[in-house]
Nanobody, 125 residues
Framework: QLQLVESGGGLVQPGGSLRLSCAAS????????IGWFRQAPEKEREGVSC?????????RSADSVKGRFTISRENAKNTVYLQMNNLKPEDTGVYYC?????????????????WGKGTLVTVSS
């Protein structure tokens, strides 16, 4: 089955940047969406940025990260990235890569079926 492994998290100061990577065993054709989700302490898990349809390459990002985060895909490596710039303390949380067997136009956690174990991002001075 599909396996997803995240990497790239860590501690960064406000205003800094990180790039998260998600290595997928497979996601083209069989899996139609993939994205990044996060869960801050004591908060609900939310969609951050998704490729909502892997056929059309449509994307959707949360308003809170627009202009700062960019999702991209490198097909040759079966890898999805999340470039995070101008990080803020409120971006702190565990970031998960997850894929769906259907398109996920809303970039909703409920639209994802296969999840990685997560990577912790801490934005703090």
């Amino acid at each position: 089955q599909l396996q997803l492994v995240e990497s790239g998290g860590g501690l960064v100061q406000p205003g800094g940047s990180l790039r998260l990577s998600c290595a997928a065993s497979e996601f083209t054709r069989k899996y139609y969406s993939i994205g990044w989700f996060r869960q801050a302490p004591e908060k609900e898990r939310e969609g951050v940025s998704c490729i909502t349809n892997l056929i059309t390459s449509s994307t959707r990002s949360a308003d809170s990260v627009k202009g700062r985060f960019t999702i991209s895909r490198e097909n040759a490596k079966n890898t999805v990235y999340l470039q995070m710039n101008n990080l803020k303390p409120e971006d702190t949380g565990v970031y998960y890569c997850a894929a769906g067997i259907l398109p996920n136009p809303a970039c909703s956690p409920y639209g994802a079926d296969y999840w990685g174990k997560g990577t912790l991002v801490t934005v703090s001075s």
